[in-house]
């Protein structure tokens, strides 16, 4: 194995979720709300509560679902139905890879089966998947994108220092086998025909998510508003009670 190799698969190591698994007793609502969603690369995790049209919560990469217990516990103690799921590959679920498209299959599976759905409230790398899924037809009434990652991949792979020959080489075997590419999503393409309400969240301490490029996609979409912190960092901007009070007053709660 050459060097370049070598190192590629040490880049790819990472492109699996190390999220840890949600074990029973772990999950934020209790066993009876589960229920596995059936789908194009296998069953997804969900759980539910309350009654109506629900917030779907998305998390990030390397997180699970219990990343919206603050945020979601505040919904269902003010009678707001939730739901929440697990990734592919993260948390409880079983699928071996997660890539941006298979991603964005599991979203769209859970608002099909669960639906309707009256908002989505992703963060990170499961803003690219609440997206990916309204391209395919998923409709809420509202959006909710904290954190978007609107990098390229290779972009994020090159800040860590990495080369290109070794990027383009973890890329092609990621694609070898997974059958999927690390291309990154236009989220003003995708939200193009979208007719709901856009709210974007970003933190100007946050250097995974630029809130520069998060201002430029809120003034490109017609009507999206924007909501700027100086000094959360990338996780913790999806656990802050302020921002969750931004969010509930554009709701209209």
Same mark, same amino acid.
């Given at each position: ?96 890879? !997660? ?11 859970? !608002?099909?089966?669960?639906?309707? &759905?009256?908002? &989505? ?53 990621? !694609? ?70 931004? &969010? ?6």
């Amino acid at each position: 194995m050459s060097d370049v190799d070598h190192k590629a698969e040490a880049l790819l190591a990472e492109l699996k979720p190390t999220s840890p698994s949600a074990a029973p007793g772990q999950n934020f609502l209790p066993p009876q709300t589960r229920r596995d969603i059936p789908g194009e690369y296998g069953s997804t995790p969900a759980w539910r509560a309350g009654e109506g049209p629900p917030t779907l919560f998305v998390h990030g990469w390397d997180d699970t679902h219990r990343v919206w217990r603050r945020f979601a516990q505040d919904f269902l103690q003010n009678t707001r139905p939730v739901l929440v799921m697990d990734l592919p590959g993260h948390g409880a679920s079983k699928a071996e890879h !997660c890539t941006p498209v298979t991603a964005g299959v599991a979203v769209a599976e859970v !608002c099909a089966a669960e639906g309707p &759905i009256d908002t &989505i409230i992703a963060h990170s790398f499961g803003c690219d998947a609440g997206v990916r899924a309204i391209a395919a037809g998923a409709s809420p009434d509202y959006l909710i994108l904290i954190a978007p990652p609107l990098l390229d991949w290779t972009d994020y792979q090159r800040l860590k220092g990495h080369h290109d020959a070794v990027i383009a080489r973890a890329l092609a075997l990621h !694609c070898q086998r997974t059958g999927s590419d690390m291309g990154r999503t236009d989220f003003r393409t995708a939200l193009a025909d979208y007719k709901g309400k856009v709210l974007l969240v970003g933190s100007d301490a946050d250097e995974s998510s630029p809130l520069a490029l998060i201002r430029d996609l809120a003034h490109s979409l017609p009507g999206a508003r924007l909501v700027e912190d100086s000094a959360l960092s990338h996780r913790d901007i999806a656990l802050d009670p302020r921002i969750l009070s931004e &969010i509930t007053a554009f709701l209209g709660y």
